[in-house]
């Protein structure tokens, strides 16, 4: 898996999903600071649709990575409780 590509891409296109919507508000004659503030409310909702995939690839991802994250703190949790089974009767 690709995580940390993943979480960049979807964090780049909800920003440019921002920028766009911002900018088309900007032609539209409309003051900057609020196209800003309408693309943030506009462009971050609508990007959970429209990336769906892309969100969902990053969330198995973080998913996996706190699988294994999970079982290597199991693992060391047993080694220090003395329940390790490197071939102790």
């Not at 609508?46 to 969100?55: A, D, P, W």
Request: net charge positive; hydrophobic share 55%.
């Amino acid at each position: 898996m690709h995580l940390g590509r993943d979480v960049t891409l979807y964090i780049g296109a909800r920003l440019g999903m921002v920028a766009a919507v911002t900018a088309l508000l900007v032609l539209a004659n409309v003051p900057l600071l609020v196209a800003l503030a309408v693309g943030v409310v506009v462009a971050l909702p609508l990007s959970l649709f429209v990336f769906k995939g892309l969100r969902t690839r990053v969330a198995q991802g973080l998913e996996a990575k706190q699988a294994v994250r999970r079982a290597e703190r199991d693992r060391l949790r047993a080694e220090l409780r003395g329940d390790t089974a490197t071939g102790q009767s």
